[in-house]
């Protein structure tokens, strides 16, 4: 038996697909180049110039080249490295609490005897809806003595606290931002959570797995893709942390302009007028962010494969 050979493909039909193809890429590349690689750019070479007076202050001023002077002016700089040391902090208390409650609320909403799951599901979502800044409005408007009725209930009960003093400064934005993002990340989880197979989770009750156990042993290992996606995004998060400390620098004196490294980029450039130790100092904050990710990347990736 002769098998026919296959017909060959006319170069008009490969032209044709050549360009089919291009017209899917180009506009992508050309966003992607627009919004991405420009901006960089732009900032790595502001980065290089330094603003300098002339004539004695009377003639304006004048950008300088510099090379890696502001890289190295940013990285001397005492406040800079204090809002490093304020972001480990904040890191420190928040990606632990974040991530144990947004998994222990997606246990409880996945669990058999939860009731009015959309219900919750939806309650949970809702703040995460409201803009940053409103949110970090609400909480000073409730973290203030003199306006707020559950520091009224506190005083009553005999609880004296000040959530904008120094100590409180962490665990004060801590709260605003887990109030805000929890059912978020909540979400993500609950997701990963309804692909489980129902059949597994029956074989473990037949086993005589209670709920604790089920939850422990079967589903939290089935969603470990989605907790480290959660855990990448609330990394990233953390090293942009801007909206809610700047707007409590209105009512705290321990919170300043420049206490988180965003901040310091946004005084730096805006109130200091120094644009290029502000782009050198986005740039290393981006370059950590980058060795943040890769480092969960990389940590998740050998969790999943154990």
């Not at 409650?101 to 009015?116: M, Q």
């Not at 000040?162 to 962490?170: E, I, R, T, W």
């Not at 450039?269 to 644009?275: G, I, L, R, S, T």
Request: net charge positive; proline share 6%; glycine share 6%.
């Amino acid at each position: 038996m002769t098998v026919p050979a296959p017909a060959p493909v006319r170069p008009s039909a490969g032209r044709a697909r050549q360009r089919a193809a291009a017209a899917y890429l180009v506009p992508f590349f050309v966003l992607f180049t627009l919004v991405m690689v420009a901006p960089i750019g732009y900032a790595l070479w502001t980065s290089l110039f330094k603003e300098e007076s002339s004539g004695l202050g009377f003639g304006g001023t004048e950008s300088v080249f510099v090379g890696l002077g502001n890289y190295a002016d940013a990285l001397g700089d005492t406040a800079l490295r204090a809002s490093f040391l304020n972001v480990a902090a904040y890191v420190a208390i928040y990606i632990p609490l974040m991530t144990c409650t947004a998994l222990l609320l997606a246990l409880l909403l996945d669990s058999t005897v939860a009731r009015a799951k959309r219900l919750f599901q939806l309650a949970l979502f809702l703040p995460y809806t409201v803009p940053t800044v409103i949110a970090a409005i609400i909480w000073v408007y409730l973290y203030s003595p003199s306006l707020s009725p559950v520091m009224d209930w506190l005083g009553s009960a005999g609880v004296s606290v000040d959530f904008f003093s120094a100590p409180l400064a962490v665990p004060s934005v801590v709260n605003i931002v887990t109030w805000h993002y929890v059912g978020y990340n909540m979400v993500i989880l609950y997701a990963a959570l309804q692909a489980i197979p129902r059949e597994t989770l029956e074989a473990a009750t037949m086993d005589g797995a209670g709920a604790v156990r089920t939850a422990l042993r079967i589903k939290v290992p089935h969603i470990r893709s989605a907790l480290v996606l959660s855990l990448l995004f609330t990394c990233v998060g953390a090293i942009q942390l801007f909206n809610e400390p700047y707007m409590l620098t209105t009512q705290s004196e321990a919170i300043n302009r420049d206490w988180s490294p965003v901040m310091y980029v946004h005084k730096t450039a805006f109130v200091d007028h120094q644009p290029g130790l502000a782009s050198a100092a986005a740039v290393l904050i981006a370059l950590l962010a980058g060795l943040l990710s890769y480092a969960v990347t990389k940590l998740g990736n050998r969790w999943k494969a154990a």
